[in-house]
């Protein structure tokens, strides 16, 4: 069965510490890895696609990487407002092209 | 550009009464999604549209969920009889890429919260 694991539950950071978050995921065949933003009350917004073993993205103090087995969301000096749930998805090549399977996301506080 | 629409935003009901949730996506995405994000949980694929065609409902709970989106534009997404467990975010989501090889980027609107008693 396909699976996310997303690492740590809650991350609190103060401002300008940084860290990363990691997401595992087991799945046959990997069509497409993503990391998502969702704020309080709003739905997911889209941050980054990885499809590859070895590919990075960046974006502004964001920076995600991925390897066979898992992702991790780097981020460098974290401003109050990066304050959010991260959640990390994938897509396999068995599924419908929009069927994201999803961790449960990890809680980050930014306190300035 | 405008961004996924969703009414209403809030809804409270009684166990085994019935509600609805309209969605409109962004003008010119083929493909239409309804997820069901229960609190602290990632968002799950209920029902995936391309136009007017289901893609995949696998996951839907046939005996009370049901969508359509008629005209390849709207889509209305309906439980009756609602249970407690049924008490979760609704979101609306719609991508453009629909071609073969790449997962589709998917736009999310703000979701419909509903609370069943």
């Known amino acids: 069965e396909d699976q996310v694991t997303q690492s740590p539950e809650a991350l609190r950071l103060q401002e300008g510490e940084s860290s990363s978050l990691n997401c595992s995921y087991t799945v046959s065949g990997l069509r497409g890895l993503f990391w998502y933003r969702q704020d309080p009350g709003k739905g997911p917004e889209f941050l980054f696609t990885?499809?590859?073993a070895g590919e990075e993205k960046e974006k502004e103090r964001l920076k995600a990487t991925l390897t066979k087995k898992e992702s991790f969301l780097h981020i460098t000096a974290p401003k109050p407002e990066d304050s959010a749930t991260y959640l990390c998805?994938?897509?396999?090549?068995?599924?419908?092209?929009?069927?994201?399977?999803f961790g449960k996301g990890t809680k980050l506080s930014v306190k300035p | 550009e405008a961004g996924v629409a969703q009414s209403p935003r809030y809804k409270i009901i009684e166990k085994r009464q019935s509600v609805a949730f309209w969605c409109n996506p962004i003008?010119?995405?083929?493909?239409l999604y309804w997820y069901q994000q229960i609190l602290g949980q990632g968002p799950k694929l209920l029902i995936q549209f391309q136009n007017n065609g289901v893609v995949d409902d696998s996951q839907l709970p046939k005996d009370r969920f049901s969508a359509e989106r008629l005209k390849g534009v709207d889509s209305t997404l309906k439980i009756q009889p609602a249970k407690l467990e049924d008490s979760a975010v609704y979101l609306c989501?719609?991508?453009?890429?629909?071609?073969?090889?790449?997962?589709?980027?998917?736009?999310f609107g703000a979701g419909s919260r509903l609370t069943v008693l």
């Open positions: 003008s010119g995405h083929a493909t």
């Open positions: 989501a719609s991508s453009f890429r629909t071609g073969s090889g790449g997962a589709n980027v998917l736009t």
């Open positions: 998805a994938v897509v396999n090549y068995g599924g419908s092209q929009g069927n994201l399977i």
């Open positions: 990885l499809y590859s």
